[in-house]
């Protein structure tokens, strides 16, 4: 614990969702409380990435006046880019690969949020836990996430992977959903980050990792079906939904159960998550991965989708969850449906798929922190309280 004299907490006085059709309402408004007095102790804290998720976790912590934040990146204008936009902040360059320099990150760190590439994630969690530093990360690898679960076998810190938004706040969304249901037949789990004003025949703008965004696209995708654990194939049982008047399509995608398919095993009949675009994404997917076989030539279509797709701050991100099941003697459905703009916060635009990854992860973060989440071994997102996740300075921009 390092001291230092720091602010209050930031209020987040939250902002009522605009009615369907109209941009969001204005600025995120702040009440800044008076500074505390130097006995007020901070909690050190790293975070390794400095690209856009990894500036949004850094603005949160580091604005609250409870965190002093240490983050890295391996390349070096992203780290000069950092330096001196937060009081007390560090800003330093990192090898991802590189055992030494990871070392060296973390030492003193109570935590690490990793917002690096999913594939750097089993090294960062081996030197988190050789360091003695609790370890949170985003991915939504299916292969690396069993990694970090080995690690967090017998470990005297926490390892609470995937815990962004899908998977991450829409697994806390679903457990809720159910908690009252003696029997659960289907729970369904939809997400998608869109632009808001698409304007290509993808219908799509990059909003997050491309690598991410192609590597769900990709790989086999865990699912209960019939009470039973099976994976599915990406890019197929495509569905046609309506939320606040819009339609949408989806379709399996990888990775954004998280761990909720070995926790409900035997518990519910019928459990599967999918991405949701606008409709005609999947087949333009489909030509591009299958046909033309750039599902084996991933890194070109990387390069092909950063050179000829926009990036946009100008996004959505709509969250669609629900449970059919019994309730008190009746066959009930309950439903979560949220759309969430992007937004003007202290000043800086953000992208919606900033703030809900950044607001899930710190969320987290918090509730560790403050004892209402266990603080070793292997921490599951649907070991987190809903209520709590929502009441929390970070959580509640999910509210």
Same mark, same amino acid.
């Given at each position: 614990? #390092?001291?230092?004299?720091? /602010?209050?907490?930031?209020?987040?006085?939250? $902002?009522?969702?605009?009615?369907?059709?109209?941009?969001?309402?204005?600025?995120?408004?702040?009440?800044?409380?008076?500074?505390?007095?130097?006995?007020?102790?901070?909690?050190? @804290?790293?975070?390794?990435?400095?690209?856009?998720?990894?500036?949004?976790? *850094?603005?949160?912590?580091?604005?609250?006046? $409870?965190?002093?934040? /240490?983050?890295?990146?391996?390349?070096?204008?992203?780290?000069?880019?950092?330096?001196?936009?937060?009081?007390?902040?560090?800003?330093?360059?990192?090898?991802?690969?590189?055992?030494?320099? $990871?070392?060296?990150?973390?030492?003193?760190?109570?935590?690490?949020?990793?917002?690096?590439?999913?594939? *750097?994630?089993?090294?960062?969690?081996?030197?988190?836990?050789?360091?003695?530093?609790?370890?949170?990360?985003?991915? +939504?690898?299916? +292969?690396?996430?069993?990694?970090?679960?080995?690690?967090?076998?017998?470990?005297? =810190?926490?390892?609470?992977?995937? *815990?962004?938004?899908?998977?991450?706040?829409?697994? @806390?969304?679903?457990?809720?959903?159910?908690?009252?249901?003696? +029997?659960?037949?289907?729970?369904?789990?939809?997400?998608?980050?869109?632009?808001?004003?698409?304007?290509?025949?993808?219908?799509?703008?990059?909003?997050?990792?491309?690598?991410?965004? @192609?590597?769900?696209?990709?790989?086999?995708?865990?699912?209960?079906?019939?009470?039973?654990?099976?994976?599915?194939?990406?890019?197929?049982?495509? +569905? /046609?939904? =309506?939320?606040?008047?819009?339609?949408?399509?989806?379709?399996?995608?990888?990775?954004?159960?998280? =761990?909720?398919?070995?926790?409900?095993?035997?518990?519910?009949?019928? #459990?599967?998550?999918?991405?949701?675009?606008?409709?005609?994404?999947?087949?333009?997917?489909?030509?591009?991965?299958?046909?033309?076989?750039?599902?084996?030539?991933?890194?070109?279509?990387?390069? @092909?989708?950063?050179?000829?797709?926009?990036?946009?701050? !100008?996004?959505?991100?709509?969250?669609?969850?629900?449970?059919?099941?019994?309730?008190?003697? /009746?066959?009930?459905?309950?439903?979560?449906?949220?759309?969430?703009?992007?937004?003007?916060?202290?000043?800086?635009?953000?992208?919606?798929?900033?703030?809900?990854?950044?607001?899930?992860?710190?969320?987290?973060?918090?509730?560790?922190?403050?004892?209402? $989440?266990?603080?070793?071994?292997? #921490?599951?997102?649907? !070991?987190?309280?809903?209520?709590?996740?929502?009441?929390?300075?970070?959580?509640?921009?999910?509210?």
């Amino acid at each position: 614990m #390092v001291a230092r004299v720091g /602010r209050k907490p930031l209020r987040h006085t939250g $902002l009522r969702k605009s009615p369907p059709g109209l941009p969001p309402a204005g600025s995120d408004r702040r009440i800044l409380a008076p500074k505390l007095p130097p006995s007020f102790m901070t909690t050190p @804290i790293g975070i390794l990435g400095a690209g856009k998720i990894g500036r949004m976790v *850094c603005h949160l912590l580091s604005t609250s006046g $409870l965190y002093q934040v /240490r983050i890295g990146d391996v390349a070096k204008g992203a780290v000069d880019a950092m330096g001196g936009r937060y009081r007390d902040m560090q800003a330093q360059v990192v090898d991802f690969g590189d055992q030494k320099s $990871l070392d060296q990150f973390l030492k003193g760190l109570w935590g690490v949020v990793s917002c690096a590439p999913y594939h *750097c994630n089993p090294l960062i969690a081996e030197r988190a836990k050789a360091n003695g530093v609790h370890y949170f990360d985003l991915t +939504e690898d299916v +292969e690396v996430t069993q990694r970090v679960k080995q690690l967090a076998e017998g470990s005297k =810190t926490a390892f609470a992977p995937q *815990c962004g938004l899908a998977p991450g706040f829409i697994t @806390i969304v679903a457990n809720h959903l159910i908690r009252e249901m003696t +029997e659960v037949q289907d729970l369904h789990l939809r997400v998608g980050a869109l632009p808001r004003y698409p304007s290509n025949r993808l219908k799509y703008n990059l909003t997050w990792s491309t690598e991410g965004l @192609i590597n769900e696209y990709c790989n086999p995708c865990e699912a209960l079906l019939d009470n039973e654990l099976q994976f599915v194939q990406p890019l197929q049982d495509l +569905e /046609r939904l =309506t939320i606040d008047g819009v339609e949408y399509e989806a379709f399996n995608t990888s990775g954004g159960l998280g =761990t909720l398919a070995f926790s409900l095993l035997g518990k519910v009949r019928n #459990v599967n998550y999918k991405t949701i675009r606008y409709p005609g994404h999947c087949e333009l997917m489909k030509l591009l991965l299958q046909d033309l076989g750039m599902r084996d030539h991933q890194a070109e279509l990387a390069r @092909i989708f950063e050179r000829a797709l926009p990036t946009t701050n !100008q996004d959505q991100i709509v969250v669609f969850v629900s449970a059919t099941g019994t309730m008190k003697g /009746r066959f009930t459905e309950a439903t979560y449906a949220r759309t969430i703009y992007h937004k003007t916060i202290d000043g800086q635009d953000w992208s919606g798929i900033q703030i809900t990854t950044a607001a899930g992860v710190c969320g987290v973060v918090d509730l560790m922190r403050e004892g209402k $989440l266990p603080t070793s071994g292997l #921490v599951r997102m649907e !070991q987190v309280s809903y209520p709590d996740f929502l009441a929390n300075r970070f959580g509640s921009y999910f509210a």
